[in-house]
C-alpha cells in the first residue's frame, strides 16, 4: 500500500488545501480475547465495555447497538436480568468470537502467505470478502477454507496431467507422477 501520509500531503498540495496533515496516532480497542463481560447484578455491560468487538474485522457498533437494546429490554421485563443476558451474549456471539479469534491468530501467523493465496486462488478471496461482508459465519468460512485447501493438491494433479477418474493424460502437462 502507498503511504498515506505522503498521498495526504500530495492531496493537499493539488488542490491547495491548508489543512493539517492526517494525524499519526492509534485508539484502543477491546477485541475480545476469548471471554465476555455481561457485568455484574442489575448492572449490564454493553459493546466495549462488554468486550464485544469482532477480534478479526475490530468491528464493535453492531454489536454495541445489539447488546444495549437487549440489556435495556432484559432490565425493564425480566426478573434474572443478568442471567438472561448472559444467556443472550453466549447464544449470540460467544462461539462466532471464538471462531473469529482463532482465525485472527491464524491470519496474522501466516498473513503473507494469505494475501498470495488470495492473490492467486478466486475460492480463497471469495472466502475473505464473504467474511469481511458478514455474508458466512467464522466456522463456516474455516469449514471452507479448509475444504479448498485439500482439494489444491487434487487440483495439481489435475491441471498437470491427471484426470477427475484419477486416469493419466498423456498429452496434458506435467504431472507430479513424472517426478
Ligand atoms: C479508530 C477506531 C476505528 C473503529 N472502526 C470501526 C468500524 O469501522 N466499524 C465498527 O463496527 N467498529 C469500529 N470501531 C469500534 C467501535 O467504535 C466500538 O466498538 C463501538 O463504538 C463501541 O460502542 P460502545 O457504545 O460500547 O462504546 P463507545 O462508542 O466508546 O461509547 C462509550 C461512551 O461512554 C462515554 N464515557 C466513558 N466513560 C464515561 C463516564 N465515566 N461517564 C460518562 N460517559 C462516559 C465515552 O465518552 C463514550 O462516548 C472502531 C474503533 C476505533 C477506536
Redesign the pocket.
Known sequence: MRNPYELNRKYNLKFKLNRKEISKGG???PVFNGKLFPGKERILL????ANL?DPFT?????F?ALS?IKAAELLLNSKTPLTDYEKFLNKNFLSDFRWSNFLRHLFFAFKKPFFKGMEKSEALLKIATDIISGNVCYKEAFKRFVIKSTLLPARFLNVTGVNKAGKREKSKGFSSLDI
Open positions: 485508539a484502543f480497542v454493553a459493546g466495549d465495555a468487538v475490530g468491528e464493535g457498533i453492531y454495541a444495549g
